[in-house]
Structures are given as structure tokens and as C-alpha cells.
């Protein structure tokens, strides 16, 4: 039987995880993902449909939970480092422009 033709309830209680923590790796999964273009434009009931729809075919799993947390992490602290970079940068230039201006 293919597995297009198996209910996801079904595959679900073919896992070996318990349903409390293929719940959490449902929500981990959908806090990771909210910003993908993938998930991004699917409704509510679409997203979590998806997430478990990922755990079963096993795309989710706690060590790419964990990686693409750390990937993310890395992402916004280089963002935030190069923000801090530009704004330091521009913070001389906005000072000698106020004193010219006094």
C-alpha cells in the first residue's frame, strides 16, 4: 500500500515516538520553519498538517531540529554583528554632522 494512500493518523501511530513528543517536534519544527517560503504561505491547519507530514516521512528528526537551530542562531547573530558594524560606522558621521550643524 502506498503511503499517499494511508491516512496521516495512521502513519503517525506507525512511529516509534510517543504522541507527546512528536508533538513537540511538531511545534519546534513549526517555530524553525514559520519564516520558510514553504510554510509561509499555508494556513494554520496546513502548517501543523505539514509538520507531521515531515516527522513521518522523517525530514524531522531532534538532530535537525538542533541543526537548523544552530544554523539560524549563527544567521541572526551575523546579522546582528554586521547591524552593529553599519551603526557604529554611521554614528561618527551623524556626530560631525551636528556639531557643523551647532
Do not use: C, H
Not at 38 to 43: F, G, N, T
Not at 49 to 57: L, Y
Amino acid at each position: 500500500m502506498d503511503t499517499n494512500e494511508i491516512s496521516l493518523d495512521e502513519q503517525m501511530s506507525g512511529l516509534k515516538l510517543g504522541r507527546y513528543e512528536t508533538v513537540k517536534l511538531a511545534l519546534d519544527w513549526i517555530a524553525l520553519k514559520k519564516n520558510d517560503e514553504e510554510y509561509r504561505r499555508l494556513v494554520d491547519v496546513e502548517v501543523i498538517t505539514q509538520a507531521f507530514q515531515d516527522i513521518v516521512n522523517g525530514k524531522v528528526t531532534p538532530e535537525a531540529i538542533k541543526t537548523l537551530s544552530e544554523k539560524q542562531q549563527k544567521n541572526k547573530d551575523a546579522k546582528e554583528k554586521e547591524e552593529a558594524k553599519e551603526a557604529s560606522a554611521e554614528a561618527p558621521e551623524s556626530s560631525a554632522e551636528q556639531a557643523a550643524a551647532v
